[in-house]
């Protein structure tokens, strides 16, 4: 009997870790446009670092914070360490960057004027980030979601480190295109390299579509 | 008392800006000079954009700006009609939707409402549903004036409101916008740099030249 589960945890981690990145990566790139040429530097370096890292040393960073020695560990008393949150957690660090830098880049393209208009008219910095800034920026808003969400699913590394392989609940497709390898289950490791890739492949595709149509 | 006045000294990398000057209630003021000499800088720093060095702004004695006092509103409360030399429209939202965005009213409907209004004045209410990108730049103009309008501003700033219209455009607008800017009641500032235009839209010139005003008549 083949089993499934490793698509639907990779989703789960996709899925999640995804909609809060989207969150947080347009919170940060909003944040760090503002504080541009002061300490902008020091934000981009600490939230791009995941995407230059291996994920391994991303991984090691995500024990010592939320392992059960680790600060957020011994605070609560518990751990998500080995749990189906770890494969969130690890996936939304590790593509973080990814979103953060294209919603950022996007941000930036926004006419200044238009963000002046909208103050003169009486607009929040709330209501200006929602209502102008992210609208005119979505097409890159989305490649860069798009991008995160592709590299969610096929996140390894760090998964490793924090959630391990324990089928059905964080063995994820990666891990068991791994496992099944080093096993010489070939059948089983060219099905989910195989399912991957065309799924990576369509969350791509049709990010091209949704940013030409937007553009 | 009903007016605008302005003092402000202001520096920007090498260039010096001293202007001070008074707009009486009902007044447009055509403020003169040639590209580069702080026409449009003497607008962002009454709008809030720009922070002068020292000096003070005022709107029927409410301080927008005062060094000696330490105020300094930000931009959204300052109540400032700005028409952009781009006039800076957003282009995903439709131009009902533009002109609604100033009017400070809970209820959508009333919003609506009184942003087709503005848009009938004008003569754009035809056009409500479309986006800034479908129209012309003279029908541009009128939109981003349209929303100026119904954010209920006490004074007018208009930034070189021709320079992105052909003949035939500023020949169009021109009755209609010489009306509304006489009619508006507040005090009005008219940045151009074209003295037959200045003469034909304002009540009283300034010339800007080097940074520095020099009062006129």
New interface residues.
């Given amino acids: 009997m083949f089993d499934v589960s490793p698509l639907w945890v990779s989703i789960r981690a996709a899925v999640f870790s995804t909609a809060i990145e989207f969150v947080a990566g347009l919170f940060c790139a909003h944040k760090a446009l503002r504080l541009e040429g002061r300490h902008a530097w020091v934000l981009d370096t600490v939230l791009t670092l995941p995407m230059v890292m291996p994920p391994t040393v991303t991984g090691f960073f995500l024990l010592v914070i939320f392992g059960r020695n680790g600060f957020i560990g011994r605070f609560t008393g518990t751990t998500i360490i080995f749990t189906w949150q770890a494969t969130v957690l690890a996936a939304a660090v590790v593509s973080f960057p990814l979103l953060y830098r294209s919603a950022k880049g996007a941000m930036k393209q926004v006419?200044q004027?238009?963000i002046?208009?909208?103050?003169?008219?009486?607009?929040?910095e709330t209501k200006i980030l929602w209502?102008?800034i992210v609208?005119?920026a979505?097409p890159g808003i989305v490649a860069g979601t798009a991008l995160a969400f592709a590299r969610s699913l096929g996140e390894f590394g760090a998964t490793m480190m924090v959630a391990g392989n324990i089928p059905g609940r964080t063995q994820t497709i990666p891990m068991a295109i791994y496992f099944a390898t080093v096993g010489g289950d070939m059948r089983t490791a060219w099905i989910w390299v195989v399912v991957i890739t065309v799924v990576s492949a369509c969350s791509l595709a049709l990010m091209a579509k949704f940013s030409k149509e937007d553009a | 008392m009903s007016s605008l006045d302005v003092l402000f000294k202001e520096t920007v990398g090498t260039f010096h800006l001293d202007v001070s000057f008074h707009v009486e209630r009902g007044e447009v003021v055509g403020l003169l000079g040639r590209s580069g000499n702080g026409k449009s800088l003497t607008l962002r720093t009454i709008?809030?954009?720009q922070r002068p060095t020292e000096g003070s702004i005022s709107i029927d004695g409410r301080y927008l700006f005062d060094s000696s006092r330490k105020i300094d509103l930000?931009?959204?409360?300052?109540?400032?009609?700005?028409l952009?030399q781009?006039y800076?429209l957003?282009?995903?939202?439709t131009v009902i939707q533009n002109v609604m965005?100033?009017i400070?009213e809970k209820d959508r409907g009333k919003r609506r409402e009184k942003g087709m209004d503005m848009l009938s004045l004008l003569q754009m209410e035809g056009y409500a549903s479309r986006f800034p990108g479908q129209l012309s730049g003279g029908q541009q103009q009128r939109v981003a004036l349209a929303?100026m309008l119904a954010?209920g501003?006490d004074i007018l700033m208009l930034d070189e409101p021709f320079s992105a219209l052909d003949q035939e455009s500023k020949a169009e607008i021109d009755e209609k916008l010489i009306g509304l800017l006489h009619s508006f009641g507040g005090p009005v500032v008219f940045v151009s740099h074209d003295p037959d235009e200045v003469a034909r839209y304002c009540t009283r010139t300034l010339s800007i030249a080097d940074g520095y005003l020099h009062q006129g008549t």
């Fill in positions: 006419d004027d238009h002046w208009a909208a103050r003169t008219l009486g607009f929040s209502r102008i609208p005119e979505w | 709008a809030g954009i930000p931009v959204r409360e300052r109540n400032v009609g700005y952009f781009s800076a957003f282009p995903r939202m965005c100033g400070r929303r954010s501003p």
